[in-house]
């Protein structure tokens, strides 16, 4: 099969799109054909191998040699003990313990995959496990009238998310570049912030900050909540997140808001609920741009350099 692999933490340069053997599924896995991966900030974060927490399976040389977890596809072959599918079924699933997504198979843990809702295209699908589960359970504090800021809110998880927290009658600043500030009020924000111009951690006091990219100090982070307040962050710096871990708990208890790391919950029960909103028309999907599987250098560095406007996908079939 033919599959974008690389064997060293550096750039897009890294990869090449080469014959590889198909994986086999070992027991409570699948075998899936994948028709589309979309693109996550954690996969330009392994490729560079930048956060340090990012080469958590291999510290000198990358562990997974073939990137990509949010895959959509369908079953070509089931493992022992296999329940849920067969072949022909057409699923999605965030496949991050193992990833594979660039390639024209893939193996997927049984537990990862959910059925792929028949009105939703595999391009459409593979854009919710991971970014739809960040959003999700992100913007779970977000209340009618309250004021709300996502920070990278034009990115995947942001564009669910601004539009989860609208849903939910929020009042939603979003941040994010200078080119994403008219695409992230068409998405439903109130307010936007080019955090090229300011600093969103000045403004305020919200209620609900979600932050996609944290990079900043505990301190300025709680002179942006009110007093109740909480502040959630997703990635960002080995820094900033070590900080918040410590010092964000602390602060927060000392001075009554609650700061510190959004710990996801993976797994289709987490990601569904979005999909199921989807489908209804709640909620809409984003898709920035589309690269075939030996575009996928040039489909990393759309998205690690914050071009992407919403989600960008990697049609595989």
């Known amino acids: 099969m033919k599959a974008a692999v690389y064997d060293r933490y550096g750039g897009p340069e890294m990869l090449a799109v080469t014959d590889v053997p198909a994986p086999t599924p070992k027991e409570r896995q699948v075998l899936v054909r994948v028709h589309a991966t979309s693109i996550n900030l954690s996969d330009w974060e392994c490729l560079r191998g930048s956060p340090l927490y990012s080469r958590i399976d291999g510290p000198r040389v990358p562990g997974r040699r073939i990137l990509g977890s949010d895959i959509a596809g369908r079953i070509e072959a089931v493992g022992t003990g296999v329940t849920r599918f067969r072949p022909g079924d057409e699923v999605y699933g965030d496949n991050l313990a193992l990833k594979g997504g660039f390639a024209e198979y893939a193996v997927i843990p049984e537990s990862a995959l959910a059925h792929k809702p028949p009105d939703l295209t595999f391009a459409e699908a593979a854009t919710l496990p991971q970014a739809g589960a960040i959003a999700l ?83 300025a982070y709680h002179r942006a909540l009110r007093r109740g307040g909480r502040y959630r962050c997703v990635g960002g710096t080995t820094r900033a997140l070590l900080r918040m871990t410590t010092g964000g708990f602390l602060l927060g208890a000392v001075t009554g808001r609650r700061l510190g790391v959004l710990v996801v919950k993976p797994g289709p029960r987490h990601f569904t609920p979005l999909a199921d909103q989807c489908v209804a028309g709640r909620v809409g999907i984003h898709i920035d741009r589309t690269f075939a599987l030996d575009e996928v250098p040039e489909a990393l560095a759309h998205v690690g350099e914050g071009h992407s406007l919403g989600k960008t996908v990697v049609m595989i079939d």
């Open 137 to 219: 359970q992100g913007t779970l504090d977000a209340r009618p009238g309250a004021a709300v800021l996502i920070n990278g809110a034009g990115g995947g998880s942001g564009t669910f998310a601004i539009q989860l927290a609208k849903n939910a009658g929020a009042h939603v600043t979003a941040v994010d570049n200078t080119a994403k500030q008219d695409f992230m009020r068409a998405l439903g924000a109130d307010e936007t912030i080019d955090y090229h111009a300011r600093d969103f951690t000045v403004t305020g006091p919200y209620d609900l900050v979600l932050d996609l990219v944290a990079y900043r100090s505990v301190f």
